[in-house]
């Protein structure tokens, strides 16, 4: 985090990311002396309700973040930003979007938690588009423009007010993570569990944190063992609403490949869930994507899988896979990074913040989660040392196949032979 009088004082000539909190009503025309270097511009959490019209004088922005600000509409300063690529309006007011006010660099795109009712047409210009968040708007329909946004991967409606879902959707050739939860179009299911009171559980360490909550350990009295606690940040998240994140989990049902969901909290305003405790002797399967990966996970440097261990991956998500979509659910981000293994390759799928209801024989939804599971088969195979023998070439084939343009030609996860 910087300061204004660092700004001020020319103490950060040279940067290349410059992150600034400090109230700002106005923007501070001194970020302009770092233009020759400046590829990173966060103002998010100030007071900004506008922008500059010559923002093109910052020639090496790449990425931009403008989160909880006033901003309500959103500001047609980037059109000559010909580098920018991320831009990021998080948590405004933004009612108005107009039209050909964005360039087409951008690959990906947030706004996220507005009050957007419409998109403009142009949108469909944006052919680089990988990564659209739309969640938490009151979006009534998409444009049919948005038909051309091909390179589209991941895409998050949820929380909107969508009464249907435009048939363009299942044609774009490599969608694989997609979120509509939260919308008037979405199957309508709801599930009972035990609800337990919070105090009832003894709550330890932070096992981790997500866009949606943090997880505990915790020993349960009613359970009469440790288990693992998920306490929801608030009502609406990145993917969409707590609670249907929490009606998701609920009604996963049993599986190997699944955490199991013991009961809910009572009596209590926090939302939360009890889950069965995992212990530590797994391991997230990968890192979540990075700015320049955008839509793909990352690994750490000395992370490798041998054909075997991807065999067993794909053999336990794919199962798992298959039972979730047999009760009309999709995962939404099915991801290395929300994968859990053991060193006996035994894996977990979890975090089913953009998950989503559908009714079953719409397998349309499915097959766009095929692709993520085929690109989850080819990130793990880029990482395999042995490029050669039985196992990898089926599992080459196989991500070849899930991965297809031609969506109504991808096997279903039932369909799936190993």
């Not at 989990?249 to 909290?265: D, F, M, Q």
């Amino acid at each position: 985090m910087h300061s204004l009088a660092q700004l001020r004082s020319g103490e950060l000539k040279g940067i290349t990311r410059l992150t600034l909190s400090d109230n700002l009503s106005v923007f501070p025309e001194e970020i302009y002396d770092l233009a020759e270097t400046l590829e990173i511009l966060d103002l998010s959490n100030n007071r900004l309700h506008s922008l500059p019209e010559d923002l093109s004088r910052l020639s090496k922005l790449k990425i931009a973040f403008f989160s909880n600000n006033l901003f309500n509409h959103l500001p047609s300063s980037f059109k000559q930003c010909t580098r920018l690529y991320m831009l990021g309006f998080k948590g405004n007011q933004i009612e108005k979007f107009d039209e050909d006010i964005l360039p087409e660099s951008i690959s990906w795109l947030i706004l996220t938690d507005n009050r957007l009712q419409s998109l403009p047409r142009s949108i469909g210009k944006l052919v680089k588009l990988q990564k659209c968040a739309l969640a938490g708007n009151r979006l009534e329909s998409l444009p049919d423009e948005m038909a051309m946004c091909r390179n589209l991967e991941l895409l998050r409606l949820s929380a909107n007010n969508l009464h249907e879902l435009p048939v363009w959707l299942w044609r774009l050739p490599k969608l694989s993570w997609f979120a509509f939860s939260g919308n008037p179009c979405t199957a309508k299911t709801q599930f009972e569990l035990q609800e337990v009171p919070y105090e009832s559980f003894e709550v330890g360490e932070k096992l981790g944190s997500g866009a949606s909550g943090d997880i505990y350990k915790a020993y349960s009295h009613p359970h009469e063992k440790e288990i693992a606690l998920k306490i929801f940040k608030g009502s609406i998240t990145s993917d969409g609403y707590a609670h249907d994140e929490m009606n998701a989990y609920i009604s996963t049902g049993e599986h190997p490949n699944l955490i199991k969901v013991l009961s809910k909290l009572a009596g209590d305003e926090r939302l939360g869930l009890v889950l069965e405790y995992i212990p530590n002797v797994y391991r997230n399967l990968g890192l979540p994507p990075d700015f320049e990966t955008c839509t793909r996970d990352t690994f750490t440097q000395e992370t490798f899988f041998t054909p075997e261990t991807i065999l067993e991956v794909a053999k336990g998500i794919a199962s798992a896979a298959a039972h979730l979509h047999a009760r009309g659910l999709m995962h939404g981000d099915l991801y290395a990074h929300n994968i859990l293994i053991n060193d006996e390759d035994h894996c977990y799928l979890g975090d089913f913040g953009a998950a989503t209801f559908y009714e079953p024989h719409r397998k349309e939804f499915e097959r766009i989660e095929v692709r993520a599971f085929g690109c989850l088969i080819e990130d793990m195979l880029a990482l395999c040392p042995a490029k050669e023998g039985d196992i990898y070439k089926r599992l080459e084939q196989l991500r070849e196949r899930c991965m297809s343009e031609k969506v109504e030609e991808r096997p279903l996860f039932s369909e799936m032979v190993f």
